[in-house]
């Protein structure tokens, strides 16, 4: 897959992510790699650059073993960043289709 | 191992303009998930394999920043003023010291100063293991050319991988170093008994320095002894049947089943070579090689060049330990060798191959 798509895929995926639920980047990459692989490599810049464009806020909370942990939180603008993600993803998704299916 | 991938982030996250609280930023993100990765268990090697090398993650992490203008230091002066001098040297060594098959390696200061300085400045600790492919290299040619040691001269590429355990044995204990160096120590003795001495039966037996030093980490003293005492036996055992009834060696195998037996009774037939001690990978390439080598070797006849395979070791080492650009500049001796060698021998083109080194430089000039 491309990589450049890939990456704009995987953005949607993590805003959807924490949007559902505020979540460490440690557990954003285990629920996605569960379906797509990435690594930590790939998720902590897209999260950085989803927090510098106000789409997440960031926590820290202590764990009752090892380090305080990094959480991400979505905030209004995420949200309706997803929105927007949502209807583009789904207004290709049907154009794709219909160009498999010989419907165009 | 954590403070160093830290500080080598840091100096990498240096080199572009971005505010220092990001920069602080960045550095404690990774403090974080370096801390909670060995929470879960894991070693430092097997973390930084999953954060990724800072040199490998450093061009997502600063997309969309510029980089920090800089003087050229002394270093950078250096290394542009390199091709020159070694063009320099490669004329003065061919047309007054009449050494034009040495003073190609002129231009092997080219990459040799570049990786110093990078690796130098990213206070990389592999430097080491980046130079010795090049080290190797002109000890492989000044024994080739001067004393016509090209077999078993070859054998200076095994120093690679040497090196690479060397350097990385920080944490490793001594009988797990040794445990490491010994296929590398055995090839060695292997190679010198069969050229001098003409041993290569039974001169084999010496990889059974491996197990040897392998069991060494048992720590159950009985188990120990009983495990030397019946490997140490079983070659006494061997080399007794063998030289007495010269053509009984097969059955003089038979001496090695006690051991044998032994390790498979006590479940203990990967004593000292589990994962802690060799480092995963390399006794697999090792074994691998040596019989591609055997195989190779008796099946086409070509002795003269068949040793190549043996890079398969430095190369892999190479592969493993070093990161980055670093890397593609370290297999290029091999690459220039095996062409040097391939189209020397299969063509006789041994005028013209030795061309396959400017690779080297070439490479080197364009990665920098």
């Known amino acids: 897959m491309n990589t450049q798509f890939k990456k ?8 959807k992510l924490i949007d559902d639920k505020d979540m460490s980047s440690f557990e954003v990459v285990e629920t996605i790699s569960k379906e797509i692989e990435v690594s930590e490599n790939t998720i902590y810049p897209i999260l950085r650059r989803l927090t510098k464009q106000e789409y997440f806020d960031t926590y820290k909370e202590n764990m009752s073993v090892g380090a305080p942990r990094k959480y991400y939180t979505i905030t209004r603008e995420g949200k309706d960043q997803l929105t927007i993600f949502e209807n583009e993803w789904g207004n290709f998704i049907k154009s794709v289709s219909r160009i498999l299916g010989g419907t165009v | 191992m954590k403070t160093e991938y830290l500080t080598s982030l840091r100096a990498l996250l240096d080199r572009y303009q971005m505010e220092e609280a990001e920069k602080q930023d960045i550095v404690n993100d990774y403090n974080d998930m370096y801390e909670n990765y060995l929470d879960y268990g894991m070693t430092d090697k097997e973390v930084e394999d999953k954060l990724g090398s800072p040199q490998s993650i450093i061009g997502s992490l600063v997309e969309g920043y510029k980089r920090v203008p800089t003087k050229q230091s002394s270093s950078g002066k250096l290394i542009a003023l390199m091709p020159f001098i070694a063009l320099i040297l490669f004329f003065i060594g061919g047309f007054v010291f009449d050494a034009w098959a040495y003073s190609w390696m002129a231009f092997l200061l080219i990459p040799i100063v570049a990786i110093i300085a990078g690796m130098m400045e990213d206070k990389n600790k592999n430097v080491l293991t980046a130079l010795a492919p090049f080290a190797a290299t002109i000890t492989y040619f000044i024994l080739g050319y001067r004393y016509n040691l090209w077999h078993p001269g070859w054998i200076v590429f095994l120093g690679i991988p040497v090196i690479a355990i060397l350097v990385n044995h920080k944490g490793r204990k001594f009988l797990g170093t040794l445990t490491a160096l010994s296929p590398f120590i055995a090839t060695l003795v292997f190679v010198y008994l069969g050229n001098q001495e003409h041993l290569w039966h039974p001169g084999w037996l010496v990889f059974l320095f491996i197990p040897a030093v392998g069991f ?5 003293i009985g188990r120990l002894f009983i495990s030397e005492v019946l490997l140490l036996g079983g070659i006494a055992g061997y080399l007794y049947f063998g030289y007495t009834y010269e053509d009984m060696w097969v059955y003089a195998g ?10 498979v009774y006590t479940g ?12 995963s990978g390399y006794k697999i390439v090792v074994i691998a090689t040596l019989v591609a080598y055997f195989v190779f070797s008796y099946a086409t006849g070509w002795w003269a060049v068949s040793w190549l395979i043996f890079f398969a070791i430095p190369v892999f080492a190479i592969l493993r330990e070093v990161d980055g650009e670093p890397k593609i500049i370290a297999l290029t001796p091999f690459i ?9 021998f299969a063509f006789g083109l041994w005028a ?6 400017l690779l080297i430089p070439v490479v080197a000039i364009l990665k920098s």
Do not use: D, R
């Open chain 2, 254 to 263: 038979l001496c090695f089943l006690p051991i044998v037996a032994y390790m």
């Open chain 2, 336 to 344: 220039a060798t095996t062409l040097f060698m391939v189209l020397g």
């Open chain 2, 216 to 220: 060494l980490s048992e720590k159950n």
């Open chain 1, 8 to 15: 704009g895929v995987i953005e949607m995926c993590v805003l």
């Open chain 2, 268 to 279: 203990k037939i990967h004593i000292g070579l589990n994962k802690e001690e060799v480092p």
């Open chain 2, 352 to 357: 013209w191959s030795w061309i396959a080194f």
